[in-house]
């Protein structure tokens, strides 16, 4: 057949997109379909049969999303302080969000929290992933330092044992650490006068969150009891000669 030879006087081309809707451009991931019609001049119809239409499908791939060298997600690193915590991604773009797994914290320790990266449902129209996909990073708590004095205590003789005590510094109020440090004597109701040892036992439920100093050189002191005279009388008495020893006795049940 003869070559291009101005035959055609113009053509015109009709794009859709794979809902299709007419566009006018194809921006958008997605297939488009685009069909050129040809008219021919009054020299192409003498000379020519009217050319078919031309379809082509021109396809435009979802891309990955490159986050920004501004996305950070910072770690934690603390003492203990009784409180949870938690880490968030900075800097993220509009249509992009975080969901966290491992990234709540109380106690002493440390583990690794993760962010995926969530693509909006209007950027999934050309967007196909996000790199990178997640972050870590790491959530770190130290121990606090307290220290745990035992106080001395004492009693009498045959006395019921006062129960021995302690004080605590630095510890976290809510954790209510006098209530889980067992405070002991070896001293009992029976107990001869004297002094006995005061112990301090600290469970592991308060290690776990505190590096402590104890001092345990406190002393459980049982002393002298008071004899109770109490319906026991010795009295005066007047008596007449009568030739006759006299004596006086106690009266009542000595202790």
Known sequence: APGWDGAINKFNYTMTDAQGNTVQEAVNAGDYKIKVEFELNAYGVAMYKQPEPI????????AV?????????????????GQEHTVTVSGL????????????????????ATATFVLSDSLKANYSSIAPASKT???SISKKDITIRANNAGSKYGEDIVKPSCTITGGIDTDNLNEKVSVTTTATKTSKVGYYPIT???????TKNYNVTSNTGATYTITKADVNMDGVSFTDRTEEYNKSAHTLAIAGNLP
Not at 57 to 62: A, D, F, Y
Not at 97 to 106: E, F, G, L, P
């Open 55 to 62: 379809e082509v499908t021109l396809k435009i791939n979802k």
């Open 65 to 81: 999303y490159n986050l920004p060298s501004t996305v950070t997600f910072d770690g934690y690193n603390g003492v203990y302080d």
């Open 93 to 112: 773009p509009e249509g992009i969000t975080a969901t966290y797994s491992n990234n709540t914290r109380k106690d002493a320790g440390e583990q690794t």
């Open 137 to 139: 990073t790491k959530l």
């Open 200 to 206: 301090v036992t600290v469970p592991s439920e308060v």
